[in-house]
């Protein structure tokens, strides 16, 4: 059956009129996406995003952000640079829209590129509230630590106690600190030794006083400047392991301790293929030094932290619990170690708190910990040990709004595309999509015509 001129029209019109709106509507979403922007990161580890301690911390600076990149148009090695610039400054932006971004080519102004001591191609400096630093790795735990330390208002000074054997925060030996002192660093603390055999007292601008196991008895007139220096309201971080305490057992009795002998025996240990005497710490209380901390820890040969219930100076808060499972060893280590119903303690066990008081109308804090190990050179890169240590530095140093977590590190890579692919993309699906589909709809308009 042959269809009227009448019927054809009216279908060529149905036709016409769905091709026009087609268009419209293709043009109307293209308006409306070049005028609001969103975005779904669908990677990984949403490595596009900013992690929350970085979202944290952006929402606590005070202020403008001025970042000047030194670049040129075009780099032979790393392409479009300024591009690769702007989309990662973009992330912090969206958070701080106060963060102003400029460019300087080198090329075109050498004075001032040699002003700034400029000395690669792409390399930032980045000023906030008069401080400046600047920038040459582009990812996030550069940028992000690097605000951290310009969003200190002075400086911190952190000193390790020394001249008894103690932990060095400096030295590269698998019992010391080195790693942690360096992380210190990048966080815009200052890291200092102090040898009060020595020394007149604790300076009083020292931020927090570090006492990482003597293996020496210190003598009675050090012992008096360390009282001195906590009863001055002085901040302290003090690691404690299974060694006696060598002079130090007044300091304990100044902070109503409970040290309790044994070594904590942990069997979630067992299930990751590591020894029972390391202790795993999957979920901490709520405190600020660990509110929102998910990373795990590990607390080699821990001991218990306990505090006297009846204390009315110092409040006691557990910062970690471990060995839910697990107990308290009394007896000797070995391949066959086995709770005692008689003898043993059963977890959890708190092997770190926080003690905190108000003295002269200002907070004082202390931290101790049942383990040094836990951030010594040996197992300072495990789990989330290094990123728990810095909160507890940084807590200790009043800084609570910038206890953070660390950024997250990357696990899948980038696709970098060159203009030539990204303008073939664009046009195929700006014109080969729509034409295709244009094709199609003219396609079967024919056929359906000459039926």
């Given at each position: 059956?042959?269809?009227?001129?009448?019927?054809?029209?009216?279908l060529?019109?149905?036709?016409?009129?769905?091709?026009?709106?087609?268009?419209?509507?293709?043009?109307?979403?293209?308006?409306?996406?070049?005028?609001?922007?969103?975005?779904?990161?669908?990677?990984?580890?949403?490595?596009?995003?900013?992690?929350?301690?970085?979202?944290?911390?952006?929402?606590?600076?005070?202020?403008?952000?001025?970042?000047?990149?030194?670049?040129?148009?075009?780099?032979?090695?790393?392409?479009?640079?300024?591009?690769?610039?702007?989309?990662f400054?973009?992330?912090?932006?969206?958070?701080?829209?106060?963060?102003?971004?400029?460019?300087?080519?080198?090329?075109?102004?050498?004075?001032?590129?040699?002003?700034?001591?400029?000395?690669?191609?792409?390399?930032?400096?980045?000023?906030?509230?008069?401080?400046?630093?600047?920038?040459?790795?582009?990812?996030?735990?550069?940028?992000?630590?690097?605000?951290?330390?310009?969003?200190?208002?002075?400086?911190?000074?952190?000193?390790?106690?020394?001249?008894?054997?103690?932990?060095?925060?400096?030295?590269?030996?698998?019992?010391?600190?080195?790693?942690?002192?360096?992380?210190?660093e990048?966080k815009?603390?200052?890291?200092?030794?102090?040898?009060?055999?020595?020394?007149?007292?604790?300076?009083?601008?020292?931020?927090?006083?570090?006492?990482?196991?003597?293996?020496?008895?210190?003598?009675?007139?050090?012992?008096?400047?360390?009282?001195?220096?906590?009863?001055?309201?002085?901040?302290?971080?003090?690691?404690?392991?299974?060694?006696?305490?060598?002079?130090?057992?007044?300091?304990?009795?100044?902070?109503?301790?409970?040290?309790?002998?044994g070594?904590?025996?942990?069997?979630?240990?067992?299930?990751?293929?590591?020894?029972?005497?390391?202790?795993?710490?999957?979920?901490?209380?709520?405190h600020?030094?660990?509110?929102?901390?998910?990373?795990?820890?590990?607390?080699?040969?821990?001991?218990?932290?306990?505090?006297?219930?009846?204390?009315k100076?110092?409040?006691?808060?557990?910062?970690?619990?471990?060995?839910?499972?697990?107990?308290?060893?009394?007896?000797?280590?070995?391949?066959k170690?086995?709770?005692?119903?008689?003898?043993?303690?059963?977890?959890?066990?708190?092997?770190?708190?926080?003690?905190?008081?108000?003295?002269?109308?200002?907070p004082?804090?202390?931290?101790?910990?049942?383990?040094?190990?836990?951030?010594?050179?040996?197992?300072?890169?495990?789990?989330?040990?290094?990123?728990?240590?810095?909160?507890?530095?940084?807590?200790?140093?009043?800084?609570?709004?910038?206890?953070?977590?660390?950024?997250?590190?990357?696990?899948?890579?980038?696709?970098?595309?060159?203009?030539?692919?990204?303008?073939?993309?664009?046009?195929?699906?700006?014109?080969?999509?729509?034409?295709?589909?244009?094709?199609?709809?003219?396609?079967?308009?024919?056929?359906?015509?000459?039926?």
């Amino acid at each position: 059956m042959k269809a009227s001129r009448r019927a054809r029209f009216q279908l060529l019109a149905q036709n016409g009129i769905f091709a026009a709106l087609l268009i419209a509507a293709a043009l109307l979403l293209a308006q409306l996406a070049g005028q609001h922007s969103r975005q779904w990161d669908l990677t990984q580890n949403s490595r596009n995003s900013l992690s929350e301690g970085t979202l944290q911390l952006l929402r606590t600076l005070d202020g403008p952000v001025t970042i000047t990149a030194y670049s040129t148009e075009q780099d032979p090695t790393l392409g479009d640079i300024r591009r690769q610039i702007a989309d990662f400054i973009a992330r912090y932006q969206r958070i701080k829209p106060d963060i102003a971004l400029k460019f300087v080519d080198p090329q075109q102004q050498p004075k001032a590129t040699a002003t700034a001591n400029i000395r690669a191609n792409g390399e930032m400096v980045v000023d906030l509230a008069g401080r400046s630093e600047h920038l040459t790795n582009l990812d996030e735990s550069s940028l992000t630590n690097l605000l951290t330390r310009l969003a200190r208002s002075h400086e911190r000074l952190v000193m390790f106690l020394a001249g008894h054997g103690e932990r060095n925060p400096g030295g590269i030996a698998n019992h010391d600190l080195g790693e942690f002192g360096k992380r210190l660093e990048t966080k815009g603390f200052k890291v200092s030794t102090l040898n009060l055999a020595a020394a007149q007292d604790v300076p009083a601008n020292a931020a927090v006083l570090v006492i990482a196991t003597p293996q020496v008895d210190l003598l009675p007139a050090e012992t008096t400047k360390l009282a001195a220096w906590l009863e001055r309201g002085g901040s302290l971080l003090w690691l404690l392991d299974q060694e006696p305490l060598h002079g130090l057992q007044p300091m304990a009795d100044a902070l109503h301790l409970e040290l309790s002998p044994g070594v904590v025996v942990d069997p979630a240990a067992n299930d990751i293929k590591a020894s029972a005497t390391l202790a795993i710490a999957f979920s901490y209380p709520n405190h600020a030094v660990t509110r929102g901390f998910v990373l795990n820890s590990a607390f080699p040969l821990a001991r218990r932290i306990g505090h006297q219930p009846d204390d009315k100076v110092w409040r006691f808060s557990p910062l970690v619990e471990v060995a839910q499972r697990g107990w308290i060893e009394t007896g000797a280590l070995d391949d066959k170690v086995a709770f005692d119903k008689a003898r043993d303690v059963p977890g959890p066990v708190t092997i770190a708190g926080a003690l905190e008081r108000d003295l002269n109308g200002k907070p004082q804090r202390v931290i101790v910990t049942g383990s040094g190990h836990f951030i010594a050179n040996t197992y300072a890169g495990l789990l989330g040990n290094l990123d728990l240590g810095i909160n507890m530095v940084t807590w200790l140093a009043g800084d609570d709004n910038l206890i953070a977590i660390q950024p997250k590190s990357l696990v899948d890579g980038n696709i970098e595309l060159s203009r030539a692919w990204l303008l073939f993309i664009g046009l195929a699906f700006i014109i080969a999509v729509p034409g295709a589909f244009l094709f199609t709809g003219g396609m079967i308009w024919w056929r359906r015509r000459r039926a």
